[in-house]
């Protein structure tokens, strides 16, 4: 769903620093505890948002907590620009980032991931009446996208070559403005999100989803797991362990109704 723009250079630049060093020991909170710093995108409602006191909540805020439940460290919540996720995780800003990543081979090169923890498909949401055969009934519309997400990069590679004017922005809540101001005509985006965050809302009435469901691999990956630095093993061994775990008894499910009518997890 989010960041695919992955630099080669950067690619290198993590190969020669992860080569032969051990995986770091995790900080430690006042109280004794062991710390997780989680990166998190707070414009992503219901997955990731602030209440109305500023604290994160959402579905992979929750899913984090329960993690570091079953791994016995303490949450520590960094807001972070989508854009900037993955070089801020390899500059050692945070340890992980919980904030609905796709797992795809192009964030694989340089990064780890968990197993996945949720999968969504993508949809084409314009205003309701627009015309629609085919993508290229689109041609000529302002479709808004997250920077450097999945849908940025199957706007780009299926909807600009048919007249399509995709503009990306730094996060998914500005675009749901600038379709409300009338600087837009639509989107694409995950489903769940842009149901919860704009379909919805007043903001949202008037418009609706076209075209197919939205899951090719080659442009949004195999599910939504829990990024990490590459090397990180005992860690990612306990998240995986940790994900089964809160699937197994329950936990999963209960944080999956609070904010879903549906199993989000998905095939």
């Keep these: 769903m989010k960041n695919f723009l992955l630099a080669l250079g950067l690619a290198a630049t993590v190969a020669l620093v992860g080569c032969g060093k051990k995986e770091e020991a995790p900080a430690t909170a006042a109280s004794g505890t062991p710390v997780l710093r989680v990166a998190i995108d707070p ?7 602030k209440t109305a006191d500023g604290k994160p909540a959402g579905f992979d805020v929750d899913i984090a907590e329960a993690i570091c439940a079953e791994i016995q460290r303490r949450c520590v919540f960094v807001e972070q620009v989508w854009d900037s996720m993955i070089p801020g995780l390899q500059a050692q800003q945070y340890d992980v980032i919980i904030s609905s990543m796709s797992i795809t081979e192009e964030r694989q090169q340089v990064i780890d991931f968990s197993d996945k923890y949720y999968s969504t498909p993508s949809r084409i949401v314009v205003k309701e009446g627009t015309p629609f055969e085919s993508l290229e009934s689109l041609k000529g519309l302002r479709l808004g996208v997250l920077k450097g ?14 007249g399509v004017n995709v503009i990306p922005y730094e ?23 842009v149901t919860g965050g704009f379909l919805s809302k007043p903001e949202g009435q008037g418009y609706t989803f076209v075209g197919p469901l939205l899951n090719d691999e080659k442009y949004f990956g195999t599910g939504m797991g829990v990024a990490m630095r590459k090397g990180q093993d005992e860690l990612k061994q306990q998240i995986n362990q940790a994900i089964q775990t809160i699937r197994a008894n329950g936990t ?13 997890y998905g095939d």
């Design 171 to 193: 996060a998914q809540d500005q675009v749901y403005l600038d379709i409300r101001s009338g600087r837009l005509d639509g989107t694409v985006a995950d489903a769940v999100e």
């Design 252 to 264: 999963y499910q209960t944080i999956s109704a609070k904010y879903f009518d549906f199993d989000v």
């Design 43 to 49: 414009t992503y409602e219901p997955f990731t948002f």
């Design 149 to 162: 997400s999945t849908q940025e990069r199957y706007a780009m590679g299926e909807l600009r070559p048919v």
